[in-house]
């Protein structure tokens, strides 16, 4: 397995790509097959959220799949090559798999320790799986992620960065806009950072917490649960316009709230200041709104930098970072050990029947009266030299490392066919989808 990963998120690229390239269910879908359909590619798993776009991939030769990737995802995005080719990063093996369980953690997204990639790592693979692009090694890595982001959330404080996130916000709306408990709050969104923010303004306090999904129920459950008012999406523009405080985290494609709704539609409105806490990416809150007087936007961009000073936020990542560490180093064993396990097994095999056939031999040439007992022992002989002159080699073809390729030593040295060494079967150590 050699795994490869291209794309590009909020770390490498501008907000403003991040839009053009965003990708609807059905364009990831339609990249995962063309990925796939690759010569240089084996499995294709794409992961399309709202601040990356990323294809893995199980990988015959670096350079054609990387080349492969590249075009497949410019035709896909319709963003020409040479403006995507700066900002795209490429992650191979070891660093690979290191992504992979960052991305898991959290510690890749934009709002730090957030739980949805979660899900949405599990999305993408399942719906790799279904259409037959994911198979053994996609598969085996992604179960493995997904593991790791479960036991950051557990075992480590990385939720508490997320809420800070949208403290920090709140923070910053307090300074513009006074007291929030004398504000009225228009939350956008009924997802985790959108649930979040409720559930935090609700133990604050304010004068008004509105909720508006373009799910209904999926509004009023969180309304329930917040001490809120539930509304339709037809009654956002009527909604802004009774809000100081509005908060947006919405999946959808574009802008929700854009100047001219302000300006124009029922959005506009009389009094002070007005905050909108834009949580999503690609962006809710068009730019132009900051233009505004009275408007102000805070994204996520402008939180991180405030919780990058937070002493709170660097001791919860170092413990993820150190977990990933861990993490990373265990899987590289353990999928190393399996990788070679098939010429392992054949190796004992092989030693295994020619100590049976030398016993044969040995027994048919000793006198009749040879006792059982010293037969036994003679096996018992031969056998632990056999094991102790296996155990060295076994051990460092498991372990790997930096001084070459032991299994195809090994394969080399005990004249053991490749062929025969790829039917060999092991017990598979990857369950169900986790």
Known sequence: MSVVVLGLSHRSAPIALLEAVALDPVRAAALAIAVRSGENVNESLVLATCNRVEIYADVVTFHGAVAEIGDALAAASGVPLAELREHLYVHYEDRAVSHVFSVATGLESM????????????????????????????????????????????????????????????????????????????????????SLAATTISRLGSAELVIINRTLAKAENLAAVTGGR??????????????????SCTGGLGHVITAQTLVTGAGSRTGGPRMFMDLGLPRNVAPDVA???????????????????????????????????????????????????????????????????????????????????????????????????????????????????????LRELFDLDPHEVATVSVPPQTGGLA
């Open 111 to 194: 709002a730090v320790g957030e739980g949805q990639i979660l899900g949405q790592l599990r999305m993408a693979l399942r719906a790799a799986q279904t259409r037959g692009q994911a198979g053994g090694s996609l598969s085996a890595l992604f179960q493995q992620a997904l593991r790791v982001g479960k036991r950051a959330h557990s075992e480590t404080g990385i939720d508490r960065v997320s809420v800070s996130l949208v403290e920090a916000g709140l923070r910053r709306a307090a300074d513009l806009l006074g007291p929030l408990t004398d504000a009225r709050v228009l939350v956008v969104g009924a997802g985790s950072m959108s």
């Open 230 to 247: 539930a509304r339709a999406l037809a009654d956002l523009e009527v909604a802004l316009s009774e809000a100081d405080l509005v908060i």
């Open 291 to 409: 233009d505004l007087p009275g408007e102000y936007v805070v994204g996520l961009a402008e939180l991180d930098e405030i919780l990058a000073d937070d002493s709170e936020y660097t001791p919860h990542v170092a413990a993820v970072s150190d977990l990933v560490v861990a993490e990373v180093a265990e899987y590289l064993i353990s999928r190393r050990a399996q990788e070679v396990a098939p010429t392992v097994a054949l190796l004992r095999s092989r030693a295994a029947d020619v100590v049976t056939a030398e016993l044969s031999r040995l027994h048919l040439r000793l006198p009749d009266d040879f006792s059982e007992d010293a037969r036994g022992e003679i096996r018992l002989t031969v056998h632990r030299v056999v094991e102790k002159l296996l155990h060295t080699p076994t051990v460092r073809v498991k372990a790997g490392g930096e001084g070459g390729d032991y299994a195809r030593a």
